[in-house]
């Protein structure tokens, strides 16, 4: 899937349309629960394995919501950190 999309200059903003939106905050929550079991790995064992799928799932979700957008015929949104700066982002 990634290989049909253009490279990435910037990062991406979520919400250039409805599945986006739901693949972003899919990506969240895993990202979420990823930080939550390395910290739980620093009180008791947990497999390196575990920790592993959350970040691949992650990327996974990140490329989905990228190709959604892309299959939906809707732009993605960048992140443009000067206009972010001056108050217009």
Request: charge should be neutral; proline fraction near 6%.
């Amino acid at each position: 899937m990634n290989h049909d999309l253009p490279a990435l200059r910037s990062f991406v903003l979520p919400g250039s349309g409805l599945l986006n939106s739901q693949l972003h905050q899919c990506r969240a929550i895993c990202r979420r629960a990823e930080r939550v079991t390395v910290a739980l790995a620093r009180q008791e064992p947990v497999p390196s394995e575990a920790i592993q799928y959350l970040n691949r799932l992650s990327d996974a979700l990140f490329v989905l919501s990228r190709w959604a957008s892309h299959l939906c015929s809707e732009g993605e949104t960048l992140w443009d950190p000067n206009q972010a700066a001056s108050g217009q982002g």
